[in-house]
């Protein structure tokens, strides 16, 4: 299914999504159809980033985020992504794509996803993402408060992940 059509049905069905905590896991079910796949018939490697677009996309709904995004002056960037595949998604496979913020600092939200088929793991993701307004970086916790003034979320604290990623991200600008 065209990517649009995803899009447009996510926002569709925006009011039936369950509403989350910041903290908790958001799940995105989709079905793998074949002009998703390649050659060898299975998900093809460059439909994953657009499909953790969509899986990010539904977090901020579901965290009651979305009015912020629409006319409300924030934007939410991709800064970094790393995609590990450790099993092939066949077409027509239903999958639960879940997405949890890890943690963040003052700049960057880090966003663990999942692809699970049959609750068995297929591929994960980290995705280091900048929240933007007024052409400024902005904490999540600062979104956080916008959602909601009371709000004194918390970051968690860098788990071990997290670190050795961003080791690796520093090591690549040597």
């Known amino acids: ?16 999504l369950p509403k989350i905590d910041p903290l908790d896991i958001s799940h ?16 093809t ?3 994953y980033p ?5 899986a990010r996309t539904q977090y ?16 939410s960037v991709l800064s970094s992504q790393s995609i590990s595949f450790i099993k092939e998604i066949k077409p027509f496979a239903k ?18 996803h999942k692809f699970l088929v049959a609750d068995k793991l297929h591929a994960k993701a980290l995705a280091r993402v900048a929240f933007i ?9 600062k979104l956080l408060t916008a959602l909601d003034e009371s709000s004194n979320i918390q970051s968690p ?12 991200l520093e090591s690549k600008k040597a």
Request: glycine content about 4%.
């Open 45 to 47: 490697n460059s439909r």
């Open 28 to 43: 995105s079910d989709i079905s793998v159809w074949p002009l998703d796949c390649d050659f060898n018939l299975h998900l």
């Open 95 to 112: 999958v639960d794509i879940t997405t949890q913020v890890l943690y963040w600092d003052r700049k960057y939200c880090y966003i663990e």
């Open 50 to 54: 657009a499909l953790l677009d969509l």
């Open 1 to 16: 299914m065209n990517l649009i059509f995803r899009m447009l049905r996510l926002l569709l069905l925006r009011n039936r």
């Open 133 to 141: 307004k007024g052409r400024r970086v902005r904490a999540f916790d």
């Open 157 to 168: 604290q860098e788990t071990e992940q997290v670190a050795a990623w961003l080791n690796l």
């Open 60 to 75: 901020l709904v579901q965290i009651n985020a979305l009015s912020l995004f629409v006319g409300g002056g924030w934007k």
